[in-house]
């Protein structure tokens, strides 16, 4: 008996050792692993300036290494045709207006005709009130022998002739009436038309704005391929561009990084760049240390390769009138993983 309680303290005190702190295992630091990879700098807005309409080079305002701000117009096109369908469509637009007006006075001239109408009626309603109060009066004379059977008669027709009258200023009514309500719809129907006009002007007006090629924003031009004469037109897609647009204050470093590297790269990783003049002084846009900025999580599907991007600040040297790196700059980066 004692003999099992002996063995049973041993192992209990074994248990206890085993599990006192200064046998447990350390945790492990994160492996800290740096990663060379090939940069190439880009700026971070960039475009290729395109007609929308078809049309000549008239001028263009700015040439290759020169900086342009945001609305600049670059390029002016003349359009000579489109020139023509403005001012054919303003034309049409006075001229719907016009007939507006016209409307407008038709229904007015027909309104006066109407009142008219309707004040022959009422007059012609109290002058058969008139007669045939007469023709009762005769009527009661003519039985009692006080007049002769001639003005009856009189009388009678005299009502016949004003209740015609009558008849005639309804109809005249009814004519004005429908002269009013043609006359109404005129109005609309002009209306209708000017806000057609209106419509096809102002589309004319947005089409003749894009004889001004502008800069949509603030950058440099890299690329010219346009003179003045030549003949453009917006259905050459695949052709060249008049002019190409960088934005270069802000550049973006593009890394390429092999597959079995692209588990390890990660959004916030610090990055330094080797092999460019003033690298040192390289800092993230609004200051501090390069990191990695964003990550495609995809691999290409030709290099098998995972596109990685930094964003960097640059510096443009007012003395020199150059920026201290320019896009398409090529060299390495040291990227420290964890």
Excluded at 6 to 32: D, F, H, K, M, Y
Excluded at 79 to 95: D, G, W, Y
Excluded at 165 to 182: L, N, P, S, T, W
Excluded at 244 to 271: F, N, S, Y
């Amino acid at each position: 008996m004692s003999s099992i309680i002996r063995n049973s303290c041993v192992t209990l005190v074994g248990l206890l050792w085993l599990c006192s702190p200064a046998n447990e295992v350390p945790a492990q630091e994160p492996e800290i692993k740096t990663v060379r990879l090939p940069v190439t700098l880009e700026g971070d807005l960039k475009t290729e300036l395109r007609p929308r309409i078809e049309g000549y080079v008239a001028i263009v305002h700015g040439d290759i290494g020169e900086r342009v701000t945001k609305g600049k117009v670059l390029v002016t096109l003349d359009a000579p045709e489109l020139e023509a369908t403005v001012q054919r469509r303003q034309k049409m637009l006075s001229q719907a207006e016009a007939s507006l007006s016209v409307s407008k006075g038709m229904i007015e001239i027909a309104k006066a005709k109407l009142s008219q109408a309707e004040s022959a009626r009422q007059e012609q309603q109290a002058l058969l009130n008139l007669k045939v109060s007469i023709r009762d009066r005769y009527n009661v004379l003519v039985d009692g022998g006080a007049v002769q059977r001639e003005m009856l008669d009189e009388a009678i027709f005299a009502v016949s002739a004003v209740t015609a009258a009558i008849g005639k200023a309804d109809a005249d009514i009814a004519a004005a009436q429908a002269d009013v309500g043609a006359a109404i719809n005129e109005v609309e129907f002009a209306e209708s038309g000017i806000q057609v006009a209106k419509a096809e002007l102002s589309h004319a007006v947005a089409q003749e704005q894009f004889r001004q090629i502008k800069a949509p924003f603030d950058g440099i031009i890299t690329e010219r391929s346009v003179d003045p004469g030549q003949l453009v037109s917006p259905g050459n897609i695949n052709g060249k561009s008049l002019l190409v647009i960088e934005h270069v204050d802000v550049l973006r470093g593009v890394l390429t990084v092999p597959a079995e590297d692209a588990a390890m790269v990660r959004q916030g990783d610090l990055v330094k760049l080797i092999g460019f003049p003033g690298a040192d002084k390289m800092t993230a846009p609004g200051g501090g240390p390069l990191k990695v900025s964003r990550v495609s999580q995809t691999l290409d599907m030709k290099t098998r390769t995972m596109r990685v991007e930094i964003d960097l600040q640059n510096v443009f040297d007012e003395k020199t009138g150059r920026y201290r790196f320019l896009s398409g700059q090529y060299g390495a980066a040291s990227v420290t993983t964890r």
